[in-house]
């Protein structure tokens, strides 16, 4: 590379800067600043001449030169001014400094060392790294979790290289909304996402922000919540089909009931159907436990009560109603106390009213026609079905309708036969002349 040549007022100004050694270049704003000293190896095909003009001046023709710096600076930064101009005026001092002077009689000479390679001392110069629009680089985010499925977490992020940012992502979800604070710092808001751990990135005019372990944030699945049992009652000896509702109710492991295993389940997202399980009477809490954690307790939702004896049915009267429902049904039986509902047929009774341990005065419900069983829910679980407790829906009968006798007339003694007539005639109780029954 040749030495690039200068205007003399140029040259003096810049060697008057260098001094002996060197220069100091001046940079602008687009440059990040720093000082660093490099020695530099010349070297020319050609070694430098001398003419002498006349008995006091002397010409040095400095050949083109090949400089080259023996500890270079880092690939990322650049001279702004190159470097054979840099080294061209530094030699040019060194060359002033090996010249010898002889004053005499005779004229003056200028002495060159005669070297094809010249080793030039340390040439103090200004380093600049271009200002590039540097990339996104995050350091940390604060907090680096949340729940799965929902947005609304602020998040925090910090780092470097924020500028004209364009966008936050999660993965490859953008956050809900976001606000760079500053060149180091972001304000955003996770958006809803599946469970797993994702990168932050930042997108910027210049580029993507690197993915690194500092950027990581997970979205974790949320634990399961019961907000309901039913029925919330049974039998010491377990057995019962139990329904539970909540949420996060997937990838369930266990049901527990105080503690105590559920033999079977089977859950279906927001319900789970079980089995409960043997257990000492009292009250207990209904968990759920799922992969990502154990359901919290809520005594207002998630409690069952475990009864020492459950109630028996002996008979219902009347045994028979319209299928409109609405028939007062008197029920006779044991362990009445602590009743929480009475079915007809699976059906929960218009209303009931407990008269002892021993009675309960029921309203029929609406049903179909047919017969169905009667059982009372306590908190030792539900009546058995039997024979004992049925009650028959049946449809609407017409009242019986008398259109002619055999005979209209008998002694006052009776027994007389008569034969009546007439329609509607279905399961008649009684047939009365008067007031008097017939036998």
């Not at 604060?142 to 364009?166: D, E, H, K, L, R």
């Not at 002996?314 to 509902?341: E, H, K, L, N, R």
């Amino acid at each position: 590379m040749s030495a690039v040549r200068t205007a003399p007022r140029a040259r003096r100004r810049l060697l008057d800067r260098a001094g002996a050694g060197g220069m100091v270049l001046a940079t602008n704003a687009l440059c990040h600043k720093s000082t660093a000293a490099f020695p530099f190896t010349a070297t020319s095909p050609v070694k430098p001449q001398s003419q002498r003009l006349d008995r006091n001046r002397a010409q040095i023709l400095i050949p083109s030169f090949t400089f080259k710096a023996n500890n270079p600076p880092q690939e990322n930064r650049v001279i702004r001014t190159p470097w054979h101009r840099l080294a061209y005026f530094g030699f040019q001092s060194l060359l002033q400094r090996l010249a010898g002077r002889r004053q005499g009689r005779r004229a003056m000479r200028t002495r060159l060392r005669r070297l094809n390679d010249f080793t030039l001392g340390p040439v103090a110069a200004e380093i600049c790294e271009p200002r590039q629009m540097l990339s996104a680089a995050i350091t940390a985010v604060s907090p680096n979790s949340a729940a799965s499925g929902s947005s609304g977490t602020t998040v925090n992020i910090m780092g470097s290289g924020f500028q004209n940012v364009m966008g936050v992502e999660f993965g490859s979800t953008p956050a809900a909304s976001f606000q760079v604070l500053s060149s180091s710092a972001i304000s955003a808001v996770a958006p809803a996402e599946a469970a797993g751990t994702v990168d932050i990135i930042i997108q910027s005019m210049s580029g993507s922000s690197q993915p690194t372990p500092a950027d990581q944030f997970s979205f974790t699945a949320s634990p399961p919540t019961v907000t309901g049992v039913g029925p919330s009652s049974g039998s010491t000896a377990g057995g019962q089909t139990i329904s539970i509702t909540g949420t996060n109710l997937t990838n369930v492991t266990a049901v527990l009931f105080g503690g105590t295993n559920a033999g079977s389940f089977m859950a279906q997202g927001t319900s789970i159907m079980v089995m409960a399980p043997a257990h000492a009477a009292g009250t207990v809490d209904v968990t759920v436990v799922t992969s990502a954690g154990t359901s919290a307790v809520d005594p207002l939702h998630d409690q069952y009560t475990y009864g020492s004896t459950a109630a028996t049915v002996s008979s219902v009267s009347p045994s028979m109603g319209a299928p409109t429902g609405g028939t007062s049904v008197t029920i006779q039986g044991t362990g009445f106390s602590g009743v929480t509902g009475v079915t007809f047929g699976g059906t929960t009774a218009a209303s009931f009213v407990v008269n002892s341990s021993t009675s309960i005065t029921a309203v029929s419900p609406a049903h179909m026609s047919g017969s169905v069983d009667v059982q009372v829910v306590t908190a030792g679980g539900t009546s058995a079905a039997g024979p004992s407790d049925q009650f028959v829906y049946t449809a609407p009968i017409s009242p019986p309708v008398i259109s002619g006798l055999t005979t209209t007339s008998g002694p006052t003694a009776g027994n007389t036969s008569v034969t009546i007539s007439g329609s509607n005639f279905q399961n008649v109780t009684a047939v009365y002349f008067g007031s008097q029954q017939a036998t």
